[in-house]
T-cell receptor, first 113, second 113 residues
Framework: NAGVTQTPKFRILKIGQSMTLQCTQDMNHNYMYWYRQDPGMGLKLIYYSVGAGITDKGEVPNGYNVSRSTTEDFPLRLELAAPSQTSVYFC????????????FGPGTRLTVL | GDSVTQMEGPVTLSEEAFLTINCTYTATGYPSLFWYVQYPGEGLQLLLKATKADDKGSNKGFEATYRKETTSFHLEKGSVQVSDSAVYFCALTLSGGSYIPTFGRGTSLIVHP
């Protein structure tokens, strides 16, 4: 199993540009999550999904969009990038159930200039 | 709502010192408790977990005991190494329809030779 994979690893955007952060998991997990982590800070939940076709907002959804057309993929779309979106983005997945571990991808480091 | 509180960092220790990182929680049900570790430049990965009261999770010399009476899950290691330098996150999840894990803010550990 590759686990949770994310692309790209690094990206620099100009203000106003758009991009999609890709996330794929091969563990057949129903739950998937997008977090951002600012320097020296904890995780903030952007969006999450409990299955294909079902998504919901987290704590900081403004400026982002998601879709979940398959169990495996959960892309995060940034429209009109702003400097405040400079951060490291982590995708995560887990099976259903309260005892289940969350598996994280390696992250995408995004800089908006 | 549910919450996790961790001690502020950074925690700075010399190699072979004893480590304690405090974690307390509030939850409306019966949570499972986790410690995740994030090494520099990487995503979070599970360090250990406990799914019911009085359980002890252990891994790589780290231990934590689920204490329901004090709502705590403190992380301990008897002798830290330089390679343990990382950020440690305490987290909880609930069964029965709650989809979103709750994370603490993370505690940075720096171990000097």
């Amino acid at each position: 199993n590759a686990g949770v994979t994310q692309t790209p690893k690094f990206r620099i955007l100009k203000i106003g540009q758009s991009m999609t952060l890709q996330c794929t998991q091969d563990m057949n997990h129903n739950y998937m999550y997008w977090y951002r982590q600012d320097p020296g800070m904890g995780l903030k939940l952007i969006y999450y999904s409990v299955g294909a076709g079902i998504t919901d907002k987290g704590e900081v959804p403004n400026g982002y969009n998601v879709s979940r057309s398959t169990t495996e993929d959960f892309p995060l779309r940034l429209e009109l990038a702003a400097p405040s979106q400079t951060s490291v983005y982590f995708c995560a997945s887990r099976r259903e159930g309260g005892t289940d571990t969350q598996y994280f991808g390696p992250g995408t480091r995004l800089t908006v200039l | 709502g549910d919450s996790v509180t961790q001690m502020e960092g950074p925690v700075t220790l010399s190699e072979e010192a004893f480590l304690t990182i405090n974690c307390t929680y509030t939850a409306t049900g019966y949570p499972s408790l986790f410690w995740y570790v994030q090494y520099p430049g990487e995503g979070l990965q599970l360090l250990l977990k406990a799914t019911k009261a009085d359980d002890k999770g252990s891994n790589k010399g780290f231990e934590a005991t689920y204490r329901k009476e004090t709502t705590s899950f403190h992380l301990e290691k008897g002798s830290v190494q330089v390679s343990d330098s990382a950020v440690y996150f305490c987290a909880l999840t609930l069964s029965g329809g709650s989809y979103i894990p709750t994370f603490g803010r993370g505690t940075s550990l720096i171990v000097h030779p």
